[in-house]
């Protein structure tokens, strides 16, 4: 079992910067990939990023690509999402999760999260 634990998550002006890390425990071992989803009120979960342990590969949506970086830290079990320029439309809980499957984009594929961590962009 692997259980996935959020920080980071707060207030930012547009423009602005934040960090979010997401630690893991348990048997991490088994798992491929782990990625960025956020739920925007009135809206599906959507893919963020993602990053494959093996290669260290990151994978990005469009709509982050240039703005967020996506970062792991094998030693610490650790996974971090560096957000810049900010807008408005960002604001939104943050979830981390995990998979042991290859497609990295779809939540389903993910069976374990983390309970989110709300991220407030501010004008």
């Known amino acids: 079992q692997v259980q996935l634990v959020e920080s980071g998550g707060g207030l930012v002006q547009a423009g602005g910067s934040l960090r979010l890390s997401c630690a893991a425990s348990g048997r991490t071992f088994s798992n491929v990939a782990m990625g960025w989803f956020r739920r925007a009120p009135g809206k599906e979960r959507e893919f963020i990023a993602a990053i494959t342990w093996s290669g260290s590969n990151a994978y990005y949506a469009d709509y982050v690509k240039g703005r967020f970086t996506i970062s792991g830290d094998n030693a610490k079990n650790t996974i971090y999402l560096q957000m810049t320029r900010l807008k408005l439309e960002d604001t939104a809980v943050y979830y981390c999760?995990?998979?042991?499957?290859?497609?990295?984009?779809?939540?389903?594929?993910?069976?374990?999260w983390g309970q989110g961590t709300q991220v407030t962009v501010s004008s």
């Open positions: 999760a995990a998979t042991d499957e290859r497609i990295v984009n779809i939540a389903t594929q993910y069976p374990y």
